[in-house]
């Protein structure tokens, strides 16, 4: 009788240790899945701010944003960055100064240099990368701001969407939804590892193996 409780205890432990370790196991994924979380978190918050930045200009008045659409203004400014643009008011506007200004020939917005200014108060602009000047020039009224500051990288959607290129926009997209939802890791109290509950349970499942 003795003996076959001894087998029994015996072929119990076992699966007992084998659980034990499974919830270790189980434990220390969460603890990864936090840290991921948390990396996904900082991604996502500085992606965030970065965005707010750009667009910040569309609810000021005064203020203006432009993405740079080509290598123009290379290499100080990339397809891509967004330009943080001020009105300049009736001053006038030295040579030098980037500038954001309604295209003459009616392309919209042009991120360029100021390379001369007219006798008749006019702005002759060039692309830093260009090989000659813009062929029209800019009116005072014309121009929305001078350049103040740069946010990179945040108008490449828009770039790509422009081209035609749906590749880098769909990746772009899942990468965002996939830090969108890992970010739930670094948020939710189950998986935060300096809770005192959360070591609890590690070595609860330790004292188990």
Known sequence: MTNTAVQRDASQSPVQSGSGSARVRIRRGDEGRFYLGLVALIATAVFATLAVVALLPVVFPGATSASITSGSMMPKLRAGDVVVAVDHGNE???????????????GGLVT????GVNPDDTYTTKGDANG????APVRPESIRGVGRAVVPYVGLPSVWLSEGRWLPLALTA????AAVWFVRYAVEVH???WRDDFRDRVEAGAGHA
């Open 132 to 135: 000659s000047v813009d062929p």
């Open 191 to 193: 998986y935060d590892p």
């Open 174 to 177: 899942a990468g965002i939804a």
């Open 112 to 115: 360029h240099r100021v390379v």
């Open 92 to 106: 006038p506007i030295a040579i030098g100064t980037i500038v954001v200004f309604d295209d003459p020939r009616g």
